[in-house]
């Protein structure tokens, strides 16, 4: 996952070590210096809990304490108490460092982070009080982390209902596990992850380098997750990005060039070698992630190239007729804001984009919001999903299902395997929730896709066209998602061939449905006339 605590270098350019007292020696400080700022916390604080013992109320010890109890998983609670007793020792301001403002800076953070928003509001409002204006970027930050405050007293009066469940075991582990993508049918589940892997370790701690691991449902559970292999996973960061509803087409991310996107293909059951995506998606700037529309003909991806609105942005491509990308054109202010967007997923339909964002308000870190696309092609003020699927960390990683009954989603919380773990959200029953997925094959006589074919579905009763579909080159696989409790009348027609029509029945689903949603038909073989 993402980490929203960082350690506020920005405060000042006066090395830590110039004020780390006379009790304590410069050669004792900068090793633990060192690993903090490489984010290994672990064993920072095991460096930190030695020199206590010599050096029991050392206040620039209670503050790396804090520092570190922060950025490691289920341990933010603890941080609260030595970052107080740094506060009590700086004091709220000083002009010598800026040991006072990191103090207090990093409690107020520990007091958001465990739903204290009304201490953690005060103290950011002192901060903004004292600071001196010239210090911009601090007022910046707090400006930010006041907003935040605001933001999740709102969101928390008015909670979301749903359900929420950690996949278990076969999928998480005390490691990071974060975003998953899934076919279709609910039947494929890919992840990135950082436990052990193909990729080298990365610390001491045996935390690896991520890679993508793949798992299978199979007799109502998941089957362990497996590494994905040496064609997709390196010695670096592979990350999952997005996949085809048929499950036969990855977009990945490698941090290579300062990070490019990737399609792989699913073939005889491996992934092939993955092929970089071309201009204008990658650039000589950072792109981290990327999402199909259903059809593959819209992309959106992220970028921190400068012609965007500052940090990380959205971007939106469409396929041309010769098979090339369009030129790239930002989502405006409704959706990018001066902070980082990321993991944008747009629905079946093409109509709401969900995505993560530090701005807008959030109500601490990346949030998920959704937009809406008017009947101009417009996307409407992104809307804050919600709490308690938002939290005051970072939650990012959104994935519905085709039927938007279900969502996978990353996330740190409480009772969890450590780190991030996937979780899947169920919604309860609603009438714009009440959706089906209905998939099925159509193959010609030599056994190949019906890659000509054209679906049509009407209403049976009414006879109300509801849509038109087509299947996957690649597979012959179609996908279709209609209300439920309704009976259509399905015709398949192909240049040449003999024209075919069979009726679907759709019951009514239940309150909540856990998973596997998928209805498959008969596969449908395409015969000539």
């Not at 996973?233 to 997005?242: L, Q, R």
């Not at 959704?370 to 005051?392: C, H, V």
């Not at 773990?421 to 099925?440: K, N, T």
Request: proline content about 5%.
């Amino acid at each position: 996952m993402i980490k929203n605590l960082l350690l506020i270098l920005i405060c000042s350019s006066i090395s830590i070590m110039d004020i780390a007292g006379k009790k304590l020696r410069k050669k004792d400080i900068l090793p633990i210096e060192i690993l903090i700022s490489n984010n290994r916390y672990d064993e920072a604080l095991n460096d930190i809990k030695k020199l206590q013992i010599k050096h029991p109320q050392d206040a620039y010890l209670f503050l790396m304490q804090g520092i570190c109890l922060l950025n490691l998983n289920h341990e933010t609670k603890n941080a609260i108490l030595p970052l107080s007793r740094a506060k009590e020792q700086f004091g709220l301001y000083s002009s010598k460092n800026d040991n006072a403002i990191k103090a207090n800076f990093h409690l107020a953070q520990a007091y958001h982070l465990n739903y204290e928003f009304d201490k953690a509001l005060n103290l950011f409002e002192q901060l903004k009080d004292t600071v001196p204006p010239k210090r911009e970027k601090i007022h910046q930050l707090l400006k930010q982390h006041i907003s935040y405050c605001h933001s999740a007293t709102k969101l928390k009066q008015a909670p979301v209902d749903f359900r929420i469940t950690n996949l278990g075991q076969a999928i998480n582990s005390e490691n990071d596990e974060h975003s998953p993508v899934i076919s279709g049918d609910e039947n494929l589940l890919m992840f990135t992850s950082n436990k052990h892997g193909l990729g080298k370790e990365t610390t001491r701690n045996t935390v690896f380098s991520e890679d993508i691991y793949t798992s299978i449902w199979r007799d109502g559970k998941w089957l362990p997750a497996k590494n994905a292999g040496k064609t997709v996973n390196t010695n670096e960061y592979d990350a999952t990005c997005s996949l085809s509803s048929d499950g036969q087409t990855m977009i990945m991310y490698r941090n290579d060039n300062n990070g490019d996107l990737y399609l792989s293909h699913l073939k005889n059951d491996k992934w092939s070698q993955p092929e970089k995506l071309p201009k204008p998606i990658n650039t000589s700037y950072e792109e981290s992630h990327a999402s199909f529309s259903l059809d593959g003909n819209t992309l959106l991806f992220v970028s921190d190239r400068p012609d965007g609105m500052g940090g990380k942005d959205i971007f939106v491509t469409n396929k041309l007729p010769n098979g090339t990308w369009s030129k790239a054109m930002l989502l405006g202010e409704n959706i990018n804001t001066t902070k980082n967007e990321e993991s944008p997923f747009l629905s079946h339909d093409g109509q709401t984009l969900f995505f993560a964002s530090e701005g807008h308000n959030s109500m601490g870190g990346y949030d998920i919001f959704k937009s809406e696309k008017d009947s101009t092609g417009q996307w409407s003020k992104a809307m804050n999903i919600g709490y308690p699927i938002n939290t005051p960390g970072d939650d990012l990683f959104f994935l519905p299902t085709l039927d938007g009954q279900r969502v996978y989603f990353a996330s740190e919380r409480s009772g969890g395997f450590g780190g991030s773990d996937i979780y899947i959200i169920e919604f309860p029953a609603s009438d714009e929730r009440s959706l089906a997925v209905i998939s099925g094959f159509l193959f010609t006589e030599s056994g190949q896709p019906s890659v000509s074919s054209k679906i049509t579905i009407t209403s049976t009763d009414s006879n109300e066209y509801i849509g038109t579909y087509k299947p996957q080159a690649s597979s012959g696989k179609y996908t279709m998602i209609l209300p439920t409790g309704v009976s259509y009348t399905m015709t398949i027609d192909t240049p040449g061939m003999v024209s075919q029509s069979k009726e679907i029945e759709i019951p009514y689903r239940s309150n909540y449905k856990t998973r596997a949603s998928a209805t498959y038909l008969d596969p449908v073989l395409i015969k000539k006339q």
